[in-house]
């Protein structure tokens, strides 16, 4: 799929005619493209405009590309704006904007959308006047931004003040002669989403600065100032931009910086800027591997292992151990052939499989020359199951992600990790969800999420933890966060926040926090889900530190990002670019390192142990 090509315009200040006049001549002579996007005032400032203004409004006029704006203030923006947001389709929360007409759309407040691929954020307005119902944005809009900001592309319709810091004095346009000039908010802002493209007006002058490094993220940014539509200095007012979407991106791509790439703006730091860190060490901690008997059958092993009674995980999904002689656990051959004959690892492991019917894998040791006619039919759950990336008995499982196995889940890393120890719990079971499993398969959730809430705290940290269930999810994963203490009492506020400008409103759950050393059994939090879990249909909830959950049944035509918590919690952390896990990934050896990093550190509070 080709990248978008995008048009951009500075404030259009109801001059629609010449706006589109250039618009259909660039699109003939350089186009197709699919969108215009409008920063700076849009409505007019002479009553003299109000006519052209109304000919497009009212269908008088065409608008030739699908157009939005930002800039909704100036004369008659009031009116125009009421009776549009009065309007049956426009009627509840329109985050990809609010119809005006055909071909023209606004975009109110604050929020993401994506167009032709392209993930967009936008602030419309300026800073909050008291008193002002349209023009401005609210101290909540920038909440919510931090909440579901991408590294995209970002639209605000003032300049951010000290854009021009670093940048070469020759670039910078006659007249800006203040660094300090332009909105802090949205200075402060842009340097916590940090994203790939900023676009802005209202300076009256066109400023293309040099792209910037970002502190705490790998891309750079790119800051387009635009003139005004008709400006009498003939400055440029439209900017034509094809941007590759960040999500169809190498790690490679991402991290390419131009030549004339500069430092942060908006940090006084000189030095160079960091890039994402990588965690050395590595640890002899065998809690990866499996803690199950090993039946009277499987007694070979291959020479040089240990000679314990339990089996390396490792060793039969590779065929290699990096701890070779020194491993604690048995590197059994027989086991290894088994597997490669198609036989459930659950009964190689632990003599039996709760999948049953479903499991697609054989429930008897092979011989070398056994018929494959003896397979287990195939079903349609069972292929799942085969191809599942969580499934411990199918190919596909990344082994060296597992952190720690129990009874009826286990513990890996999460691949693409948000942060350091962004961990999922999974069922062994191949089931949708955990709300799904039966309450003995409670007991242990309640235990791997009592041991990371104390191995958090014990780095003054707090979990999050946070589930997407969905009719599409065929194998649960229970997600968490670590967070900074400091940051837990903004977590519910900018989930709630997000929700809002999504269109619906989470349901509280309020649940009592024990002591620390009290082991929570999570009784009334999971009997609270229960009852409003349905599984005929989508279903999201997060569980706060303090134990509040906030959970919200998904309608059947409601669009929901799969990647919201995530979304959420990178804006809560300052690395919007990290939302997508796709930039956030590692080679083999380096989550391998990062895995033994963890077990080791967790070792006392794994429950397994």
């Not at 926040?497 to 999971?526: E, I, P, Q």
Request: charge should be neutral; hydrophobic fraction near 35%.
């Amino acid at each position: 799929m080709a990248p978008p090509r995008i048009l951009l315009s500075g404030d259009v200040t109801g001059r629609l005619n010449q706006l589109f006049k250039r618009v259909q001549s660039v699109n003939k002579s350089a186009g197709p493209f699919d969108a215009l996007l409008c920063v700076g005032q849009f409505f007019p400032n002479s009553p003299d405009q109000l006519s052209e203004l109304m000919d497009y409004i009212e269908g008088r006029s065409t608008v030739p590309i699908s157009t939005y704006f930002t800039g909704d203030y100036g004369l008659f923006a009031a009116k125009v704006l009421i009776a549009a947001s009065k309007s049956s389709a426009s009627l509840g929360f329109k985050m990809d904007g609010i119809k005006i007409a055909d071909n023209l759309y606004w975009l109110k407040g604050s929020g993401k959308f994506t167009l032709h691929g392209l993930s967009i954020v936008y602030l419309s307005g300026k800073g909050s006047s008291e008193g002002q119902q349209f023009g401005t944005y609210s101290e909540d809009d920038v909440g919510v931004l931090r909440a579901m900001a991408d590294e995209s592309g970002f639209l605000t319709n003032e300049w951010p003040s000290g854009v021009t810091n670093n940048a070469a004095a020759s670039n910078v346009p006659a007249g800006i002669v203040d660094s300090s000039s332009g909105d802090p908010v949205v200075a402060e802002l842009v340097a916590d989403i940090k994203p790939r493209y900023h676009i802005a007006g209202s300076k009256g002058v066109f400023y293309d600065r040099e792209p910037y490094s970002n502190v705490d993220a790998v891309h750079v940014t790119r800051f387009l100032g635009l003139a005004p539509v008709g400006n009498k200095d003939k400055q440029k007012f439209l900017h034509a931009l094809s941007p590759t979407p960040a999500s169809t991106m190498s790690v490679a791509e991402i991290r390419t910086k131009p030549p004339n790439t500069t430092l942060s703006p908006y940090t006084e730091h000189k030095g160079d800027i960091k890039e994402n860190n990588k965690r050395p060490g590595d640890s002899d901690s065998d809690s990866q591997y499996w803690r199950y008997d090993v039946g009277q059958k499987r007694q070979k092993h291959g020479a040089g292992a240990g000679n314990g009674d339990k089996l390396c995980f490792k060793f039969i999904f590779s065929d290699s151990c990096q701890h070779g002689e020194k491993c604690n656990f048995r590197h059994d051959m027989d086991a290894r052939e088994q597997r490669l004959r198609g036989v459930c690892i659950d009964f190689i492991m632990k003599g039996k499989c709760e999948r049953g019917p479903e499991c697609k894998f054989k429930h008897n040791l092979q011989d070398e020359h056994e018929s494959v006619s003896h397979r287990r039919p195939k079903s349609e759950n069972a292929s799942r199951s085969k191809e599942c990336w969580f499934c411990l008995s199918s190919p596909n499982v990344e082994s060296h992600l597992i952190i720690s196995v129990g009874e009826s889940y286990y513990c890996a890393m999460a691949k693409g990790p948000l942060i350091q120890d962004h961990v999922l719990i999974i069922p062994v079971e191949h089931s949708p969800s955990t709300l799904s499993l039966s309450v003995a398969c409670k007991t242990e959730l309640d235990k791997y999420q009592n041991g990371i809430k104390m191995y958090c705290n014990s780095q003054g940290k707090e979990a999050v933890f946070f589930e997407w269930v969905s009719r599409r999810t065929t194998h649960a994963n229970l997600q968490v966060v670590p967070i900074p203490s400091s940051k837990a009492a903004a977590v519910e506020k900018i989930f709630s926040l997000a929700a809002k400008k999504m269109g619906f409103d989470f349901l509280a759950t309020k649940c009592k926090l024990l002591h620390l050393l009290t082991v929570d059994n999570g009784s009334d939090r999971r009997k609270s889900l229960r009852a409003q879990f349905d599984k005929n249909a989508d279903f999201f909830y997060v569980e706060l530190p303090g134990g509040t959950i906030l959970s919200h049944s998904v309608e059947e035509n409601e669009r929901f990002p799969v990647q919201f918590g995530r979304e959420v919690l990178a804006g809560l952390l300052n690395i919007a670019d990290k939302a997508d896990w796709r930039n956030c990934k590692f080679s083999k050896e380096e989550e391998t390192t990062m895995v033994e990093d963890f077990k080791k550190q967790f070792e006392k509070f794994d429950p397994t142990q």
